[in-house]
């Protein structure tokens, strides 16, 4: 299987097959990721772009480069870059494309990291492109159910911000390619956009909708919590009729499976209360985790590495 400098742009670009192989290279690749350093990435720099705040995703791709020997290139805030004097977005990609071996781009608008992928002369991996996807927090995700749980014959309810979370439009796209029983829950106003869930269902995803998170709290296999997304709000008087939608406590964990995780891609807000940090159901940290060894190995999968 070849991904020899492919940009990593929307899960929807991924075959089942080609997830398994990632997943598999970030198995051989944990141990590394707890503690060490080799030099399979030697002599490569990775250009990281962040025009959106990020801790997990650029710091765990930094991590990555570090324990593989390469080196990081970190473009910083926008003021401290010819960003503010107005360049664009494509000058930028064109430029950074003859300073790296690859770039990963956090930007606020949906559809830039395509878009970057057309004028980079290196593979571009999106780190986040406003609400619209997330692939690199996917595979982790992924990495991390078939870890702490089971990726056949899933049951998982995904809750929260299903507009506007960009987490979890990827991570339904990948889902749906395990066969996952899917149910969706939010508030009517932040639902799952149309065009997304009809794709799911030519995809035959199984996937159903409600307000109610007690409803699946008794019968879930996984509960991913995820944070209302404030900054992508147009008014914020809705985003404050939103905000504090659902919280799980330690009190809701009475009745679920012994054997039910808890995963949030992080930052969390209202959405888990800290007293559930201790339980045998949280993973979030785990899962947080798990973005390093998978950042290793699609960095060694993109620069064409073998491992
Ligand atoms: N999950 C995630 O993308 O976290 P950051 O915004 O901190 O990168």
Known sequence: ????????????????NEIDFILERAVKLETLAKGGRSDLLAGNILALLFYEPSTRTRMSFETAMLRLGGS??????????????GETLADTIRVISTYSDAIV?????????????????????????????HPTQTLLDLYTIKKESH????????????????????????????????TLVSPPQLKMPDQIKGDLKTMGARVSETENLDEVLDSVDVLYMTRIQKERFP???????????????????????????????LPRVYEIDSSVDDSAHARY???????????????????????
């Open 105 to 133: 781009l956090r930007h606020p608008s949906e559809g830039s990291a395509r878009m970057a992928a057309e004028y980079a002369l290196v593979p571009i991996i999106n780190g986040g492109d406003g609400a619209g996807h």
């Open 72 to 85: 990081v290139l970190n473009l910083g805030s926008k003021e401290a870059s010819s960003v503010v004097k």
């Open 1 to 16: 299987m070849t991904f020899d400098r492919r940009h990593i742009l929307s899960m929807k670009d991924f075959t089942r």
């Open 285 to 307: 940290f785990e899962q947080s985790f798990y973005g390093v060894p998978i950042r290793m190995a699609l960095l060694t999968i993109v620069l064409g590495v073998e491992v």
């Open 151 to 182: 990726l056949d014959n899933l049951d998982i309810a995904i809750v929260g911000d299903l507009k506007y979370g960009r987490t979890v439009h990827s991570l339904a796209y990948a889902l749906s390619l395990y066969g996952a029983n899917i």
């Open 235 to 265: 008014d914020p008087t809705e985003y404050n009729k939103v905000v504090g939608a659902y919280k799980i406590t330690g009190e809701h964990l009475d009745n679920v499976r012994e054997d039910m995780i808890i995963m949030h891609p």
